[in-house]
Structure formats: structure tokens, C-alpha cells
């Protein structure tokens, strides 16, 4: 809704069952597949990845919602919109979350 108001919207994404799965590793010896050799793009559910990797590799995945001690966490993708690599950095979603978290305290 911040985003929304002000220009600089992104939505909010599911990571699914087989998002995790696509980065177990594939063999006895490897626990976490970081990716495949292809662009998120070519990539089925190819967004969602990062999230889900960082959460398998970090070892959150033992800290959800019905854990002894759960931890909250979100992982916001902005590869694509960052901007041009080399190149002058967009900002984004610095200004949504500006609105949403900090305007409110002023």
C-alpha cells in the first residue's frame, strides 16, 4: 500500500514447497543447490529462488512459525529493479519503505 501511494509499488510473492525443493541439494554430497546455470528468467518460479535458498542455507527453515523460537524474516528481491550493473543504483524500494516506516514517525 506504501508503494502503491507513492509511486514505488512491489507486491508480495509465495514461496511454495517446490521453491525449497528446487534447492535441496541433488546428491549425498551437497545439502543446498545454490542455482542452476540458467537467468531467474528461464528459470520456473525463478524470483522466488533467492528467498528461498537464503532461507535453507542460513538454516531458518528451523525457526518458522511453529518453532521453539521462530524468527521473522523477509527476503525483498530487487535484482530487477537495482538498476543498471555497472551503473548508477535506482534506489528502489527505498522510498516505499521511507513512507511506510518512517514518514508515519514524524
Known amino acids: ?11 508480495i ?3 511454495r ?3 525449497y ?4 541439494g541433488k546428491s549425498e ?3 543446498v543447490l545454490q542455482c542452476n546455470n540458467s537467468p ?17 542455507a542460513s538454516g531458518l527453515e528451523k525457526h518458522g512459525i511453529d518453532s521453539n523460537k521462530p524468527l521473522p524474516y523477509s527476503h525483498l528481491d530487487i535484482a530487477g529493479s537495482s538498476g543498471p550493473f555497472p551503473g548508477i543504483p ?14 508515519p514517525r514524524l
Open 13 to 15: 510473492s509465495t514461496l
Open 21 to 24: 525443493e528446487f534447492h535441496t
Open 1 to 11: 500500500e506504501a508503494g502503491d501511494r507513492i509511486g514505488d509499488p512491489f507486491e
Open 90 to 103: 535506482t534506489g528502489a524500494p527505498i522510498v516505499a519503505f521511507t513512507e511506510k516506516y518512517v514518514i
Open 40 to 56: 531467474s528468467t528461464m528459470t520456473a518460479r525463478g524470483h522466488q529462488g533467492p528467498g528461498a535458498f537464503l532461507i535453507k
Open 29 to 31: 554430497y551437497e545439502d
Open 17 to 19: 514447497r517446490d521453491d
